[in-house]
């Protein structure tokens, strides 16, 4: 077995290998760019090593300086953990060359599948279905109109060394190959060095289900079952679990067996991912085709580990090493359901804008947090008790509070994995836990993953890669809340209120006699006034009791609410009242004595001001095109410029017609979160 491994990665997937490692009684070695220099990964690690400046180009994608602080080092073997570098073939050669063991596949199955175009080539010799397509040269934009016409709207136009979602575009008309193909093109050089795209059709009513695999360097190749990763966003993958709702037991054996024998005719090993769309419309679950493998492990791989109790990481190193598998197909379970959630340094409120900045508070959650009742534990390092009926909740990070969320890498903060005997109490689980994890500084997603772990079509399966699209077509403002929950949500505010009162009242020092806290509240809440009484008999909200155990103290941040369901609920002052924030969404609850209230009437609305005529940049990022100069007329909806943050490209559109003014930025220029970019008459 190896004796010390160096992980040429960052951020949770670093952690997440060393803690395996650290396991297994392997020292480990940690590389780390200036952005990264107190990251937790460098700290957890036996040593590191710093490899450049921040950005990952100059950094983390330098095989050259991994191999060094390797050979610096005296490490026996290589993780790259999600693939910065998992996917060139000259690394995993270089590795040979050195000496050095490369934990995953050999060079040749790297070659074979890393190539788009290349790889569907060889699925569709090795019997796999394969989408109907083109995948030879595209040399232009009339070129790539041509052959989308030919092959029938709508379809996809994808990057061929793509990958995570990035470098690809779909298209509905010639209008959206014309407008997107050069994006892609440009996408795909700029991320993966190569500037190639195919054309495909694209699946209508499409879910994106994939089969994990295991290999062994001695022939024996298994798969563990299958992931639904239909919940994407612009391609990106949101929420997973294991097993699919939608997969039969026949289909998953179809699926496994196509997928391993692509993996057995490139000489396969260690762990894979083969990605298949499906067709959610064909219910003989013969329509499933192959869109690519990708050749290292996946970000979605804990749900796995929570459903087969296989720790994929310790796998991969034993693999790595030469040992077996050591099972059999048959030997491979399927226990429970786990679902992952991925939590993106990225603001829904705002169209899903990337945000960075400091992790002011980063509390994730704690086993308590799941339902009353549910024993739980806290498993870290996959491969979790499969023979358990207990709920259990995981967190994988690579964060700390008062850590920054760089704009040099991917916007994902944490993954929180659920796991319950059934996928409804993996639901459940997961609502718990989102309602008690406190992150505050970047705005991040939690809210709008609690909103789809509670929607009616995504609790009954009914998936498609085009959910989110389908459900938030205006954009998202916060899960739904009924009346029940405003109600509980008024009582919890006047609570909080009385106890801010109570305290208030004690403060040595006041003048006049100490004034009781009021008893009567007036509680506005989702626009509804609500006559709220707390009284040490109870709470009573329009006049009806109710029911509830809770308990505030001035400066909690959380409140735990028993009633008829159980409520955990993040709490902080706002003026006027409170911001209560729990089942997907933040409400603004105004509280004033029942004496007051009636003056607010009389308050005069802040009215805010018109910016329509400034193009602002959204984020903080890189203006890589400017499309307009001063004295250019627009109209609403035409894109003025792009901007490059997180590795992603973002198109900025005019909101309506006028004449260009003044410009303030040129291309290149690196922007900050509301710099204006441009004015309009």
């Known amino acids: 077995m190896f004796k010390k491994i160096l992980v040429a990665n960052r951020g949770e997937i670093a952690c997440r290998v060393m803690r395996t490692a650290k396991a297994m009684g392997i020292k480990t070695v940690a590389v780390y760019s200036d952005a990264d220099v107190r990251s937790p990964h460098v700290l957890m690690a036996d040593e590191s090593v710093r490899l450049g400046p921040a950005p990952a180009a100059e950094s983390y994608l330098k095989a050259e300086l991994i191999l060094l602080a390797a050979k610096e080092t005296g490490a026996d073997c290589i993780h790259p953990g999600y693939g910065f570098l998992s996917e060139r073939e000259s690394f995993a050669r270089a590795c040979a060359e050195a000496g050095i063991a490369f934990v995953g596949p050999p060079p040749a199955a790297i070659a074979a599948m890393g190539d788009k175009i290349e790889s569907k080539k060889l699925a569709k010799a090795a019997g796999v279905n394969v989408v109907p397509g083109y995948l030879g040269e595209i040399d232009s934009t009339d070129h790539a109109v041509e052959i989308a016409g030919g092959i029938g709207y709508p379809v996809m136009m994808k990057a061929s060394a793509g ?125 499933f085709y192959f869109l690519e493998m990708n050749t290292r492990l996946q970000v979605e791989h804990p749900v796995t580990e929570e459903i087969t109790g296989l720790d994929l990481v310790e796998l991969m190193i034993r693999v ?69 009926a207990e709920p259990r909740v995981r967190v994988d990070d690579g964060v700390r509070e008062g850590g920054e969320v760089s704009m040099f890498y991917d916007p994902m903060i944490a993954k929180l994995i659920t796991w319950a005997p059934t996928r409804e109490g993996a639901v459940a689980a997961q609502i718990a ?56 949500l008024a009582a919890v505010a006047a609570f909080a209120a009385t106890a801010e009162a109570d305290r208030a009242r004690r403060i040595d020092g006041q003048l006049g006699r100490r004034l009781r806290p009021p008893a009567d509240w007036v509680v506005t809440i989702g626009g509804t006034d609500h006559d709220v009484r707390v009284s040490t008999d109870g709470i009573s909200v329009d006049g009806v009791e109710l029911d509830l155990s809770l308990e505030y103290t001035p400066g909690d941040r959380m409140v735990m609410v028993e009633g008829d369901e159980h ?19 933040s409400h603004v609850a105004r509280v004033l004595p029942a004496r007051v209230a009636p003056y607010a009437a009389h308050l005069i609305e802040k009215v805010a001001p018109d910016l329509s005529k400034f193009l602002i940049c959204p984020m903080p990022g ?51 979160v509301d710099q204006v970019i441009l004015e309009l008459e």
């Not at 994006?183 to 994939?210: N, Q």
């Not at 077996?324 to 409120?349: H, M, T």
């Not at 989110?468 to 929950?485: N, R, T």
């Open 163 to 287: 990958g995570g979602g990035k470098g690809m575009r779909l298209a509905y008309s010639e209008q959206d190959v014309r407008e997107g193909f050069e994006a892609t093109k440009r996408e795909g050089l700029a991320s993966f060095g190569d500037d190639r795209v195919f054309i495909e059709k694209f699946i209508e009513s499409p879910r994106h289900i994939e089969i994990q695999l295991i290999g062994d360097q001695h022939g024996n190749i298994v798969y563990l079952n299958e992931r639904e990763c239909s919940i994407q966003r612009r391609h990106q993958k949101v929420v997973e679990e294991a097993p699919s709702p939608f997969v039969t037991p026949k289909m998953r054996k179809a699926m496994g067996e196509q997928a391993v024998a692509l993996a057995r005719a490139v000489g396969y090993y260690s762990a894979g991912t083969v990605e298949l769309i499906v067709s959610g419309a064909d219910t003989s679950g013969e329509g």
């Open 320 to 388: 790595a090493a030469g040992e077996p598998l050591g099972f059999a197909q048959d030997e491979v379970k399927l226990n429970g359901w786990s679902i992952e959630n991925r939590v993106y340094a990225e603001d829904p409120y705002r169209g899903f804008l990337p945000s960075i900045g400091r992790l002011v508070r980063y509390n994730p959650p704690l086993p308590f947090a799941l339902s009353e009742g549910a024993s739980t534990s806290l498993s870290t390092n996959g491969g979790g008790d499969v023979d358990s």
């Open 433 to 488: 836990a989102l309602d008690a994890f406190e992150l505050e500084g970047p705005g991040n997603n939690i809210d709008f993953l609690s909103a789809i772990m509670q929607h009616p079509r995504f609790q009954s399966g009914a998936l498609t890669t085009g959910f989110i699209a389908e459900e938030y077509p205006d954009g998202f403002h916060g899960a739904p809340a009924d009346a029940a929950l405003l109600t509980t």
């Open 567 to 585: 409520l955990t609920i993040r709490i902080a002052k706002a003026r006027a009242g409170f911001r209560l924030t729990t089942r997907g969404a």
């Open 622 to 672: 890189l203006l890589v095109r400017l499309d307009v100069a001063a004295g250019d007329r627009v109209e609403a909806g035409q894109a003025l410029a792009v901007v490059e943050a997180m590795k992603m490209e973002n198109i900025l559109r005019a909101e309506k017609t006028g004449v260009v003014k003044s410009v303030s930025a040129a291309a290149g220029d690196s922007l900050a």
